[in-house]
């Protein structure tokens, strides 16, 4: 018997990587997600809506996105080979509009009229809003109101797309708050609404679902690095928040000889809520209806979390993270807030090219690892652009200071 790829190997039927996974939902929602499960199985698997995608990518998102060797960075840093994978210039800035036309894609095959959706820094919502303009769907996205005040820019541009922001008052007023809000409003209205969840997280289907669409950057990578080098890259590295950025670049090369690093925000030190380094520190739990490794306070509630990239701001991550980590696949390592200012500033001065901050976090590692192993390769996915975090940048840790 032939073994099954890796992807259509994991996770199993009931949703499960290993011991991590699943769906823990209220019972009025298990038939629902049962049916996106299906949904996504045969009209995913479907000649046309496979066809639909590859089209919207290459001339809606302006796929594929570039494979850039960073000579001057390499220089500069004087060791291993650094590639970066631009889906910092993928519509919108992010790879997050990967799994968003996916999602809003199936969604329109379903019959729906509304996406729904949370948001923490705006960019899952802004995301949405552009596969929910593209499709001409309703988008209804739930932000804490301390969100809305601090991410304004993509409140606006949420808005100027057509969605409707309803703002979250209630406890922290941030993102997980968010999510609670939006699963509420979701349950009143499941047959009209589709649930467009913003990375590796959540209940079964959606941590393989969303995995499978953003597989198609590792797909990419993968072949443009050969044609361009003539081998495979002996490191990969991304950041991982929830993880989609990085299970898109790895899931490509899992039957590869390839060490792939997840780079997780190690804030301003190791104690609960001064960093959201959720594998590093954190212990197994269930958070919004799934399995995984978080962190916890004693009585087993999920932490406080600090980044200065909000969109690694999560107490848990993707359980095909926790699973990969667990069995050795991949390799957990960090970047603190220092390190990250430095590499964002480092790529906009050597390369012209301003990261995301969440990318920057990925870009500070490997820098590191590129001294270890001098005579190795790097391909890194630059998540994401960082035209978002500049205001902030200007006024927290202004250009001058690095000069
Ligand atoms: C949201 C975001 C991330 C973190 O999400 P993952 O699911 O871990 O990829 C990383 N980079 C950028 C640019 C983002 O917008």
């Known amino acids: 018997m032939i073994e099954k790829p890796y992807l259509k190997s994991q996770p199993n039927a009931e949703g499960y990587f290993g011991e991590f996974g699943g769906a823990f939902l209220p019972p009025e929602l298990i038939e ?24 919207i990518r290459k001339h809606y998102q302006g796929r594929p996105t570039p494979v850039y060797y960073a000579k001057r960075l390499t220089e500069y840093v004087g060791g291993a ?4 994978k631009r889906e910092d210039l993928n519509h919108t800035g992010a790879h997050k509009l990967n799994h968003c036309m996916g999602e809003a894609l199936l969604a329109k095959y379903l019959g729906k009229k509304k996406l729904i959706a949370e948001t923490g820094a705006g960019q899952h919502g802004v995301a949405l809003a552009t596969a929910a303009a593209y499709f001409g769907l309703e988008c209804e996205i739930h932000m804490g109101e301390v969100d809305i005040e601090k991410e304004h820019p993509n409140v606006i541009r949420m ?30 209205d499941p047959e009209e609404m589709f649930f467009a969840i913003g990375s590796v997280v959540g ?15 590792g797909f990419e990578a993968r072949d443009q690095f050969m044609d361009m ?36 925000p190690a804030g301003t030190g190791t104690k609960l809520g001064q960093h959201a380094a959720s594998l590093t520190y954190g212990k197994p739990g269930v958070l919004h209806g799934f399995n995984s490794i978080m962190l916890q306070n004693e009585d087993g509630t999920p932490a406080p979390v600090h980044s200065i990239a909000s969109g690694l701001d999560y107490p848990s991550v993707g359980p095909e993270h926790a699973y990969l980590n667990s069995i050795s696949r991949t390799k957990v390592a960090t970047a603190n807030d220092a390190e990250t200012v430095q590499a964002f500033y480092d790529l906009s001065r050597y390369e012209g090219i301003i990261p995301a901050l969440e990318s920057a976090h990925a870009v500070a590692f490997a820098m590191k690892l590129a001294k270890e192993k001098p005579y190795e390769s790097i391909l890194l996915n630059l998540s994401g ?3 978002k975090d500049i205001d902030f940048m200007a006024e927290k840790f202004p250009p001058e200071d690095y000069m």
């Open 32 to 55: 629902q997600f049962k049916k996106i499960e299906q949904a996504y199985l045969t009209i995913g698997n479907s000649h046309n809506f496979i066809m639909e995608l590859r089209d």
């Open 81 to 84: 080979r650094i590639y970066l």
């Open 159 to 188: 808005r100027i797309l057509g969605a409707k922001v309803v703002p979250v008052g209630f406890g922290g007023r941030t993102l997980k708050e968010a999510v609670d809000s939006a699963f509420g409003a979701y349950m009143e």
């Open 203 to 217: 209940p079964h289907p959606y941590p393989m679902m969303v995995r499978d669409f953003q597989s198609v950057v």
């Open 229 to 264: 080098t003539g081998n495979l890259p002996d490191n990969l590295v991304a950041c991982v928040g929830g993880g989609s950025n990085a299970m898109g670049l790895f899931s490509a090369f899992m039957s590869d000889p390839c060490e792939m690093y997840g780079v997780e």
């Open 385 to 387: 652009r960082g035209d």
